[in-house]
């Protein structure tokens, strides 16, 4: 996957570049072509991208959510290749909606010089999808820019990043389970 020129990228996006901060590169998206669901969070903190994981950070509550959702509740205490392997399995696709940026720390309001994943080429290969579904408010927004007009649904989801501690896992479940039921497998069902 590729990612647009950065002169191309809506200027919601265009924070100052800091050129003493270093540029990080994202991670790889997971996907195979039978996905129904593509999930995306903003850009990996930084433990992710020290371990070369999605929500690596030990209070994210992603794989503990998706777990639950999943009707797969040792899911955390899995190795994270099967983890992957589970989300596959479930027709769940896992990327970022930026491709590279700088940033020190891990918060999203600290992410500059943005540049966008290429959205629309990895929806190209997902003949199946139903939905994308966005892990936070700034993952939603900038899927919305990069991705424009479209006809799937873009769904705004809580945060399950541990900076977002004013809902408890169970709400953030609750609300996830509420606006994926329809979309989280190709079946329509969610565990």
């Known amino acids: 996957m590729k990612s647009r020129a950065s002169s191309q990228f809506p200027v919601a996006f265009a924070k100052p570049e800091n050129p003493?901060?270093?540029?990080?590169?994202?991670?790889?998206?997971?996907f195979?072509?039978?996905a129904c669901l593509l999930m995306l969070g903003s850009f990996p903190g930084a433990a992710s991208?020290?371990?070369?994981?999605?929500?690596?950070?030990?209070?994210?509550?992603?794989?503990?959510?998706?777990?639950?959702?999943?009707?797969e509740p040792d899911l955390i205490a899995r190795p994270y290749p099967e983890r992957l392997q589970v989300l596959r399995r479930h027709r769940v696709a896992l990327w970022d909606a930026v491709a590279t940026c700088r940033r020190?720390?891990?918060?999203?309001?600290a992410i500059e010089a943005a540049e966008p994943s290429d959205l629309r080429d990895l929806i190209a290969r997902l003949p199946r999808l139903r939905a994308v579904a966005c892990n936070g408010a700034l993952a939603h927004r900038q899927t919305l820019l990069a991705l424009g007009d479209t006809?799937?649904?873009?769904?705004?989801?809580?945060?399950?990043?541990?900076?977002?501690?004013?809902?408890?896992?169970?709400?953030?479940?609750?609300?996830?389970?509420a606006a994926l039921q329809l979309y989280l497998s190709c079946e329509g069902r969610v565990a």
């Not at 003493?20 to 997971?30: C, T």
């Not at 991208?49 to 009707?71: E, K, S, T, V």
């Not at 006809?151 to 996830?176: C, Y």
């Open 49 to 71: 991208l020290q371990a070369a994981q999605y929500y690596a950070h030990p209070r994210n509550a992603f794989w503990p959510l998706m777990g639950a959702l999943l009707g």
């Open 104 to 109: 020190e720390g891990s918060l999203d309001t």
């Open 32 to 34: 195979d072509a039978q």
């Open 151 to 177: 006809a799937l649904p873009v769904l705004r989801l809580p945060s399950t990043s541990p900076a977002h501690a004013g809902l408890s896992l169970a709400a953030k479940t609750d609300a996830w389970r």
């Open 20 to 30: 003493s901060v270093e540029r990080l590169v994202g991670l790889a998206p997971v």
